[in-house]
């Protein structure tokens, strides 16, 4: 489409319809990188696919993994992608030729693994029914330091075998890079620093399990999806005490919802729903009003992204493993730079006459005029004058001469 062609006052904030889908396997985790040209991909087979937004085809296929991939992460320049898998695995790939910056063994299946903002060496990952870990690559040997997840205090809980029932679920990078976010399977929202390694702040936001955190484009904001049925939008300007500024649910059917995420100005929040809605909930951040319900495919979303720059959303189909498209269905206006130019709104018939396709030799035609013109001749043969026009030639008026 040319898109000097589009009215850009006619476009709206948020997608209306499903338009498209991709296809290449089954997809089990999706992520735009920071300038949403390049989508990254994990399939449920090990692979990391990278498709190329402009053409929707496969740009590169990266093979290393051998279980299901949970989570795919980009660096902030686009050029490389960590990708956290079922089969304990975390590699960094280089899209620049395909090949493997590092592969790291994790002691557990890993959950999701989430890059340091500015050091490619180092990232935290979220270990299935374990403590966290942040991982830092020092002279090519990895350093692996884990997480705190009980604070000090009453809520340091055990079981009969004196195994902690409080662990850690999910973990973030503060835009900084000198703090970490992690929710617990206790509703503890906890900030962590990271030299030396120890809990800043912790604040109890539900007595639910927090199953995902994600940053909002401008990095002031920060969304939570826990089993309580709520999605949660916190301001973490201060960091000893993150204020919950909205609170988002279905009131009426109290849906649990899989995987929530921000629009690209913040101004709006989306989260797809658990088992049998198969639609995806877009509401205004700043009145907390529902705006849209879009209609899915009849399967589960279980991952969600919205582009960086344009009004499109992309999630992964359960059951198919499809990445939908929903965006909005834009018109071109060309009469904006024809003026003449008028849109039909049906086909009309048009009746052709004889000779409108002829063909009509205008030289040819030119010539003929000319050579029936010859300028005037006085009769006693003296040299005719320079008249500023001529006339045509009559053979009989000088039959006598």
């Known amino acids: 489409m040319n898109l000097e062609l589009v009215d850009p006052f006619s476009i709206p904030d948020y997608p209306e ?121 020092k002279d090519g040997i990895p350093q692996f330091t884990p997480l705190p997840t009980n604070p000090e205090g009453p809520e340091f809980v055990t079981d009969r075998r004196g195994n902690s029932k409080h662990v850690t679920l999910i973990c973030l990078f503060h835009p900084s890079g000198n703090y970490i976010f992690s929710g617990t399977s206790k509703g503890w929202l906890h900030v962590i620093e990271i030299n030396p390694v120890r809990i800043k702040s912790s604040n109890r936001i539900t007595s639910q399990n927090i199953k995902q955190l994600r940053l909002s484009f401008c990095k002031r904001y920060l969304i939570m999806n826990s089993t309580d049925r709520v999605i949660r939008t916190i301001n973490i300007q201060d960091l000893e005490s993150p204020e919950v500024e909205h609170k988002f649910q279905d009131v009426v059917n109290r849906l649990q919802w899989n995987s929530c995420a921000f629009s690209p100005t913040g101004e709006y929040v989306l989260a797809t729903t658990y088992q049998m809605a198969h639609a995806i909930y877009v509401w205004e951040r700043g009145m907390g009003s529902l705006v849209k319900i879009l209609e899915g495919p009849k399967e589960e979303l279980v991952d969600v992204d919205w582009h960086p720059v344009f009004p499109c959303i992309i999630a992964v189909g359960l059951d198919t493993g499809t990445i939908h498209m929903w965006s909005v269905e834009q018109k071109e206006s060309w009469s904006a730079f024809a003026p003449d130019f008028q849109e039909l709104e049906e086909n009309i018939e048009y009746d052709e006459p004889e000779d409108e396709f002829d063909i009509h030799d205008e030289k040819n035609e030119n010539k003929e005029e000319v050579d029936m013109a010859v300028p005037v001749k006085l009769l006693n043969n003296t040299p005719s004058t320079n008249l500023p026009f001529t006339i045509p030639l009559n053979l009989n008026s000088f039959a006598e001469v």
């Open 17 to 137: 319809t499903l338009t498209g889908s991709l296809r290449y396997g089954h997809a089990t985790s999706i992520r735009f990188n920071k300038i949403g040209n390049v989508l990254a991909a994990g399939l449920v087979n090990g692979l990391v696919v990278i498709w190329d937004v402009s053409t929707s085809s496969v740009a590169r296929i990266l093979t290393g993994h051998t279980r299901a991939v949970q989570s795919v992460c980009w660096s902030n320049c686009g050029r490389f992608v960590l990708s956290a898998a079922r089969d304990w695995k975390c590699i960094l790939w280089d899209l620049h030729d395909g090949s493997i910056r590092y592969v790291l063994r994790m002691p557990a299946p890993v959950w999701t693994a989430e890059l340091h903002p500015t050091n490619l060496n180092m990232f935290v990952a979220s270990i299935l029914e374990g403590s966290p870990f942040l991982v830092e690559i």
